[in-house]
């Protein structure tokens, strides 16, 4: 009988303890989730929240250079959650994974505050780079479902990144991409549709009409200056 009560009161101060460590991210979790309704259940019921505790812990293993246990506790926490962040990755306060499953978060990917991540977010390495191989996010930034952000690129404060979106450049503030490669849609608040990949999305035909039409207007300049010129040879009947 003991033992049980130890067994709650130790459950209670454990809840309560976590609820105060969290209370951001708890916070966050309500404002961003309609469907969140009570403390309790956030602490209780949401993989992403529960990624992000055992990841505090394996982030500060990590950094006292404690081996093997770092992996370990990431891999647990995936196990239990779907959700893998390596022990390296750097994540500000108050993020916010929802549902969670196939997240993956790189070793050297850098997690401003206030971000919100939905499930199939991979914050990833391309495979050709080293050393800081993972992108690096600004505050208050949403991730679309299933969006790839590759390689090390920044993405700057408040953006959004569209569902199945593949980010491999650097995103500006305030701005909105998505597509395949990511392309901006809005910035600033402002609607526009500008290829960010200008290496890779150019194809030779859309680049061939696009010399035709700078050659017509400069051809429709020239015949205009001409007939102008012309007018201006003609003598004035009316005088
Ligand atoms: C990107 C997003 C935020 C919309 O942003 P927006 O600035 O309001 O975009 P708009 O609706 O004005 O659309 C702009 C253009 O992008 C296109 N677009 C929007 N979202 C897109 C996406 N995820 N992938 C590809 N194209 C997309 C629109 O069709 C539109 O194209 P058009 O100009 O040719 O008509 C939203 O579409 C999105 O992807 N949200 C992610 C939500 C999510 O992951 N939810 C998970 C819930 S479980």
Request: net charge neutral.
């Amino acid at each position: 009988m003991n033992t049980l009560i130890a067994l709650v009161l130790g459950a209670v101060v454990l809840v309560l303890w976590v609820s105060k460590a969290f209370e951001h991210e708890i916070q966050i979790t309500k404002e961003r989730d309609p469907a969140a309704k009570s403390t309790l259940e956030i602490l209780l019921l949401y993989p992403g929240l529960h990624a992000v505790i055992w990841h505090r812990l394996a982030h500060f293993l990590w950094k006292k250079n404690v081996p093997f246990f770092p992996r370990f506790i990431s891999q647990i926490a995936r196990f239990f959650t779907g959700i893998e962040i390596h022990p390296g990755a750097q994540i500000g306060k108050g993020l916010f994974i929802d549902h969670g499953m196939g997240v993956v978060i790189g070793e050297t990917a850098i997690v401003g505050n206030d971000v919100v991540l939905f499930q199939g977010v991979t914050l990833g390495g391309t495979g050709k780079e080293t050393g800081k191989r993972h992108p690096t996010l600004g505050d208050n930034i949403v991730v679309g479902a299933g969006a790839k952000v590759l390689g090390n690129i920044e993405i700057g404060p408040n953006s959004y990144i569209g569902a199945n979106a593949v980010v491999l450049k650097n995103v500006p503030s305030n701005t909105t991409v998505v597509g395949v490669p990511g392309r901006v849609t809005r910035q600033e608040g402002r609607k526009i549709d500008i290829l960010m990949d200008h290496v890779h999305v150019l194809d030779p035909v859309s680049q061939n009409l696009r010399d035709f039409h700078q050659r017509i207007m400069k051809l429709e300049q020239k015949a205009q200056i001409s007939v102008r010129d012309e007018n201006l040879d003609e003598p004035d009947i009316a005088a």
